[in-house]
């Protein structure tokens, strides 16, 4: 069974940044999607940065030019720098994990984290 951790979150001043890792563990076959999905309270679940084994990307158009996504494969971990932090960025940040490399484009992650708190707040 794969297991997701995700760690980085806190608390940062409007302008600063964080930096957030997601590491799967535990499965048989390879991890060859990851994605960082967040929520704010009172609002869906939405993508912010998803990466494959092979360095494919996609981001959202609201944190382009802020937030940067990268991965280590030998440690199944992936990375979100997010630089120049913003109020509006304050949410529960979520990694998913899957072996299918479609999950980047499809959201539909089989493993999921539980979550690391980002808030952005003078």
């Known amino acids: 069974q794969v297991q997701v951790v995700e760690s980085g979150g806190g608390l940062v001043q409007p302008g600063g940044s964080l930096r957030l890792s997601c590491t799967a563990s535990?499965?048989?076959?390879?991890?060859?999607?990851m994605g960082w999905y967040r929520q704010a309270p009172g609002k869906q679940r939405e993508l912010v940065a998803a990466?494959?084994?092979?360095?494919?990307?996609n981001e959202a158009d609201s944190v382009k030019g802020r937030f940067a996504i990268s991965r280590d494969n030998a440690k199944n971990t992936a990375y979100l720098q997010m630089n120049s932090l913003k109020p509006e960025d304050t949410a529960v940040y979520y990694c998913?994990?899957?072996?299918?490399?479609?999950?980047?484009?499809?959201?539909?992650?089989?493993?999921w984290g539980q979550g690391t708190q980002v808030t952005v707040s003078s």
């Open positions: 990466i494959t084994s092979g360095g494919t990307s």
């Open positions: 998913g994990a899957d072996e299918d490399y479609s999950a980047i484009r499809t959201g539909e992650y089989h493993y």
């Open positions: 535990g499965g048989r076959f390879a991890i060859n999607a």
